[in-house]
């Protein structure tokens, strides 16, 4: 099994066990370059066989036949682990609110039920992933950003009481160019790590497919023994490839 | 060091022009599953690396100044009339069955080429004989699989009589519940059961989505709402849908959804008018229409993205006739004018630089 830890790991901070308790992660992407890749390493870390984390995926931009064949490239079977109960998928591609009422309070319910019922079962880690807060927005919460943080508020609650870790990803260009910045700070500002997927500021390349920024807060060392708590801010160049990510720094070759 | 091709993995994929089913023309295996169905343009159908997958939304951002979408969707619907395949059209006009008669015919770009040699002639033209292979593929350019479209004549009556084609306007109601409806029945006659058994194939056509003529065009949450679950019947279909927006006319943070939401994003530019700088700059400027943008190609059941071997690509019309899509060419530059490498955005993307090759 492959234990060889990568940059990413490093800055998210994979070799220590269980890193992600508790935390709030925000991808960020743009249309030049898609963060969804990043969400399939998370995933194939959390449903890896050393260790026994749970993780419920809302999938609103793509349906489970597309993230089987991804993860099965990677070395993931999300058939096999949903039958273990590890996975619980649930398929957000058709759903619709009503007019009236926003749809965010009622999703919230459903996840926590989900969590109340893979708590009375398990007691490790149980990740909530979604693929894509914008689409949530549109399908959930008709529209209205201010009911998306309130979902993600929801969401940090879990982090707290349940020990759950909150992973999403969301599309920064498009808050980028509204009037309403604060929509973008508020959620980087709830987040512990924010991963950002940008293009090369040279362009499109074949072998280097994007740049990586990992701001990690609170990042605590326990090598150093004494636990000196920092910001991390890591920056490194990333190539995709159907098995898996090479990760390096600039001018590097990969690690 | 880029590698000239597109690797995902050490494995090179050979992509066979097979068919399916007997039933069904123009399809075309992809790789990771998918399957492929011509854009009417061979140009195009390269570049993409094979063509539209089945279950991917299309879009293409239009240029107020320039009317090129509409070749785009010319030769997509025809395309689809040729090889049978199921259609429905909309678009912001009352008779949306008018656009039907502006569809080209196919043609072949190749008939009376000149520089093919004849076989007989081989011995008078001296080719090496591991090179006589290629002369000979060149002549093989009829399969049922996609088709040059000759622009100028109207595509042909046998093709378009008894076919399943279904227009909407969108200027009939003043939502898009109608749309949504005939959507959705049209894509519940071609679900995805399993990948390998493709009954029926659908060609999905939306003209000016975000035209300000359609009463929907202020309510931006109700036309990203219709996208979005356009988009999320695909995905479970055996369909391609492309449309065509004007980005003028929505917000900026609209724009990008709709570009996100997209699987395939093309954009057209016009071309300036005679622009002395941009006529210094590319050979045979004056044959191009206008430049059609790359921004996205679609990537399904895979995580690896398609890097297309130039973002920028000129669209002409060959013998006035046939489009094309190439490379953007640098003009040989001048020695006495010194701004030798002073390019455009447009042309960084330019991949032929034979002139500049010293």
Redesign the interface.
């Known amino acids: 099994m492959d234990r060889s830890v990568n940059l990413l790991d490093l800055a998210l901070g994979f070799d220590e066990p269980s890193p992600l308790r508790g935390k709030v992660v925000l991808i960020e992407d743009c249309?030049?370059t898609?963060g969804?890749?990043v969400l399939?390493q998370m995933m194939k870390r959390v449903l890896s066989p050393h260790s026994s984390d749970s993780l419920i995926f809302l999938a609103f931009a793509?349906?489970f036949?597309?993230y089987d064949?991804?993860l099965r490239?990677l070395g993931c079977n999300l058939a096999t682990q949903k039958t273990n109960n590890r996975l619980v998928f649930v398929d957000m591609?058709?759903m619709?609110c009503s007019d009236n009422e926003s749809g965010v309070a009622k999703l919230f319910r459903e996840i926590q039920g989900t969590v109340g019922k893979l708590r009375s079962v398990t007691n490790s880690n149980i990740t909530v992933m979604v693929d894509d807060m914008?689409?949530l927005e549109?399908?959930a919460a008709?529209?209205n950003s201010d009911h998306v943080l309130d979902f993600l508020h929801y969401c940090h609650t879990l982090t707290s009481e349940s020990n759950c870790s909150v992973v999403t990803l969301n599309?920064e260009?498009?808050?980028s160019?509204?009037e309403r910045p604060a929509y973008l700070l508020q959620m980087v500002c709830l987040a512990d790590i924010v991963i950002k997927a940008e293009p090369l500021a040279s362009?499109?390349?074949?072998?280097v497919?994007g740049q990586l920024t990992v701001v990690n807060k609170g990042m605590i060392s326990s090598k150093s023994g004494k636990g000196s708590s920092r910001n991390k801010l890591q920056n490194f160049q990333f190539r995709?490839?159907?098995?898996g990510i090479e990760y390096f720094y600039p001018g590097c070759s990969r690690n | 060091m880029a590698a000239p091709n597109v690797r995902t993995s050490s494995f090179s994929r050979n992509i066979s022009v097979v068919s399916s089913s007997p039933q069904i023309p123009g399809l075309k295996c992809g790789p990771n599953g998918t399957t492929f169905i011509s854009t009417g343009i061979r140009d195009l159908d390269r570049i993409l690396g094979g063509g539209y997958p089945l279950g991917s939304l299309v879009m293409v951002m239009e240029d107020p100044e320039a009317p090129h979408h509409m070749d785009l969707l010319r030769t997509f619907m025809s395309q689809g009339l040729v090889n049978n395949h199921p259609l429905l059209y909309a678009s912001p006009s009352k008779d949306p069955r008018g656009f039907l008669g502006t569809l080209p015919n196919p043609g072949s770009s190749k008939e009376d080429k000149p520089t093919a040699p004849d076989l007989d002639q081989g011995e008078s033209l001296r080719i090496a004989w591991q090179y006589r292979k290629y002369m000979e593929n060149q002549k093989s350019s009829i399969d049922d699989y996609s088709n040059d479209f000759d622009m100028r004549k109207p595509l042909e009556r046998q093709f378009l009589a008894g076919r399943p084609i279904d227009c909407v306007s969108l200027l009939d109601s003043s939502d898009l519940s109608v749309a949504q409806d005939h959507c959705a029945t049209f894509l519940s006659k071609f679900p995805r059961l399993n990948s390998s058994n493709i009954a029926s194939i659908g060609r999905i056509a939306i003209q000016s989505f975000c035209s300000p003529l359609c009463e929907y065009s202020d309510k931006e949450s109700d036309m990203l709402s219709f996208i979005r679950l356009l988009k999320s019947m695909l995905m479970v279909s055996n369909a391609v849908a492309i449309v065509t927006f004007p980005p003028s006319m929505l917000s900026p943070s609209s724009s990008t959804r709709l570009q996100h939401m997209a699987d395939t994003l093309l954009s057209i530019k016009a071309i300036p008018d005679g622009d002395k700088e941009l006529e210094k700059l590319l050979t045979g400027y004056k044959d191009i229409n206008g430049f059609l943008n790359i921004h996205k190609v679609a990537r399904i059941n895979t995580q690896v993205p398609v890097i297309p071997e130039a973002k920028t690509f000129s669209m002409s019309l060959k013998k006035r006739r046939f489009l094309a899509l190439e490379c953007l060419n640098q003009a040989p530059v001048d020695g006495s004018s010194g701004t030798s490498y002073g390019t455009s955005g447009s042309c960084s993307g330019s991949s032929k630089s034979g002139a500049l090759d010293f």
């Open positions: 249309v030049e898609s969804s890749f399939h793509r349906p036949s597309h064949r991804v490239k591609l058709m619709q914008s689409l549109i399908a008709n529209s599309h260009d498009i808050y160019s509204m362009g499109l390349a074949n072998d497919h995709i490839k159907e098995n």
